[in-house]
């Protein structure tokens, strides 16, 4: 499935970036600062793996049911992340606002750099397309040549 090796990606970018993100928060508020980062990367990283086991699965099986697939992952998403947080907020495991801040900021940037990835290399196919193609095929070797 398509969704699950984006994930894995994702996943694979969240662990080089975590030594960096975590010695930070640790520098700025502690070893608690740094477990509830670590607490967010995870929960992003489970969360997304979910949502691509759930929407591959459907989009293999009924493509029709797909974006009511996608609606309710996004709400069964919403509600487990919701009750993970309580959870461990009523625990008083994590300082929660680093939590937070760290699930969505690591969400949006892994996501936005997975769709920039996504964006470069079809240019780039592209680019290799056109270069490569017969002549006559629209290639940049079809210019003609008007100097005199």
Request: net charge neutral; hydrophobic share 55%.
């Amino acid at each position: 499935m398509i969704e699950l090796s984006m994930v894995r990606r994702m996943a694979v970018r969240a662990a080089a970036l975590a030594p960096v993100l975590l010695t930070a928060l640790a520098v700025l508020g502690g070893w608690d600062y740094a477990f509830s980062g670590a607490v967010g990367l995870v929960m992003m990283v489970a969360n997304l793996w979910l949502s691509a086991r759930i929407i591959g699965g459907v989009a293999e099986r009924t493509p029709a049911l797909l974006m009511p697939a996608a609606l309710a992952t996004f709400v069964l998403g919403l509600l487990l992340l919701t009750g993970v947080a309580l959870g461990l907020q009523a625990l008083d495991a994590v300082v929660f606002p680093v939590t937070g801040f760290v699930l969505v900021g690591s969400h949006l940037l892994l996501v936005l750099w997975e769709a920039g990835g996504a964006y470069g290399k079809h240019e780039a196919h592209a680019t290799t397309a056109r270069s490569d193609g017969p002549v006559g095929a629209g290639t940049t070797s079809d210019a003609v040549d008007t100097r005199s």
